[in-house]
């Protein structure tokens, strides 16, 4: 949940969306807090705002019936018809794996199938794993924009539509459960999870390298900084990319260039805008979505026209902006995770920054940029502020029907490490890695006491 600097102006540069509050509520519960003490969260109506250069605007919002009708006054009413289906589904597959997959430790395909039981393998057949996401929206919406719309809660875990099973539907009715918008800005959660740890005993030190886990004994004996400083400790909880600890730690091969998912180019900007009525989620898409995944994971560059995602973080329910006044702005596009092996100079950056701009303004928005107001970060940046990734912002890329389970559990290979974060089980995403989280401390304390946690 970074924070960077762009002309004066404070900008929260990624992740932006918030849901499943419960998991935040039994993490502070646990700390005998209450989350809203400490957060100020409001409810998002509106989820995003769409638009395509080849014509239309959609919004989406938080009321299912609303988005229905919208969908209806925008593709017709066999395609409302199909948004209630698809919701339907939706919330059939949640209800199939919230408990038997997502909050559980990490499980093969044999204990998916043990937990959820005879009874309801019929459900779990139902949540279409031999699919991809891409043929299971055909299904649904005839219209190609919307197969687009939906397409995309692939990219919510790094993936594409076209190679991702069609599973992810149930992010559908992840935001149906509620979105909200964060007072003060996202990075206001992690300031919150600081000082609640903080409260509970916890030092921080920043800055601060880590450049080997210690091993004593065949277990952990604690980790080397990187100015040669030993901190001692039975256990370890190691949340960085997994793919940065050695083949003798970790439980399952590194992710190799190829199963990397997406990383991203952004600009960060304080700017004036006009010409379309932003709301706080805004996705911009050009005709070709196949031709965007097609270039990254195939031939490992940026499309000609990529989908741009805008984040306009003046603007929603818990913000007011001026019109007329710069504003704090997040801008995403999708990229290659080849950071480690590709860089971009600045005439790259400018080309990428003037496609990516120019399919905002067919769309109707036109965006003032100063230089000095500007913060951009590339695939290569990410590298660095996550190391052996290539800039990969989800781990492992959610592909075929067994990707899911291509990832790390909670323990490493060795006695007293464990291991959390965007790159194990449950996956990527601020209430997954939240919950990566807490299956790692329920795993410790269980190896520990001998005791099963009630944390998840």
Not at 29 to 58: K, Q, S, Y
Not at 114 to 127: E, M, Q
Not at 237 to 248: E, M, Y
Not at 386 to 391: D, H, I, L, Q, R
């Amino acid at each position: 949940m970074r924070r960077v600097d762009a002309g004066g102006a404070a900008i929260d540069a990624g992740p932006t969306v918030f849901t499943m509050r419960h998991i935040f509520e039994g993490l502070f519960r646990d700390a005998g807090e209450n989350l809203t003490d400490h957060i100020d969260l409001v409810p998002a109506e509106l989820l995003a705002r769409h638009a395509w250069r080849a014509g239309g605007r959609l919004d989406l919002f938080a009321d299912r019936a609303r988005s229905e009708a919208a969908i209806g006054d925008f593709a017709g009413a066999a395609a409302a018809r199909g948004y209630r289906a698809f919701c339907s589904r939706s919330a059939e597959i949640y209800k199939t794996l919230s408990g038997s997959f997502i909050e559980a430790s990490r499980p093969s395909p044999l204990d998916l199938v043990s937990r959820v039981g005879v009874k309801g393998l019929p459900a779990l057949i139902r949540t279409a794993p031999t699919k991809t996401l891409w043929d299971a929206l055909a299904t649904y919406f005839p219209d190609p924009r919307l197969r687009q719309l939906f397409g995309r809660y692939a990219t919510y875990v790094g993936s594409s539509p076209w190679l991702a099973p069609a599973t992810l539907m149930l992010i559908a009715h992840v935001e149906q459960d509620g979105v909200w918008m964060v007072r003060g800005g996202i990075n206001r959660v992690a300031l919150a999870l600081q000082n609640l740890a903080q409260r509970q005993g916890a030092v921080f030190k920043y800055d601060t390298e880590v450049s080997q886990v210690l091993m004593e004994g065949g277990r952990v004996a604690g980790v080397t900084l990187s100015d040669g400083e030993r901190l001692a400790a039975d256990a370890v909880v190691f949340n960085g990319d997994i793919s940065a600890l050695p083949d003798s730690q970790r439980p399952v091969p590194a992710t190799t260039p190829r199963e990397r998912s997406l990383s991203a180019v952004t600009w960060c900007l304080s700017a004036r805008s006009s010409g379309f009525p932003l709301a706080h989620h805004n996705v911009f898409f050009a005709e070709d979505y196949e031709a965007e995944f097609a270039a990254i994971f195939r031939r490992r560059r940026i499309a000609s026209a990529p989908t741009v995602y805008l984040c306009a973080q003046d603007r929603g329910e818990a913000a007011e902006h001026v019109e007329g006044t710069p504003e704090r702005l997040l801008a995403l596009i999708n990229a290659p995770a080849d950071g480690d092996t590709t860089g971009f100079d600045a005439a790259t950056i400018m080309d990428l920054q003037q496609r990516s701009f120019r399919l905002m303004e067919a769309c109707g928005l036109s965006i003032d940029i100063r230089e000095e107001a500007r913060v951009v970060t590339t695939p290569g940046d990410f590298n660095r502020l996550f190391p052996a990734t290539g800039g990969a912002l989800y781990g492992r890329a959610n592909h075929g029907m067994t990707g899911s389970f291509r990832r790390a559990g909670a323990r490493g290979l060795v006695p007293g490490l464990y291991l959390a974060g965007g790159s194990v089980h449950p996956g990527p995403g601020i209430p997954m890695a939240t919950m990566s989280g807490r299956l790692a401390a329920a795993a410790l304390i269980e190896d520990r006491t001998g005791k099963r946690s009630g944390f998840v």
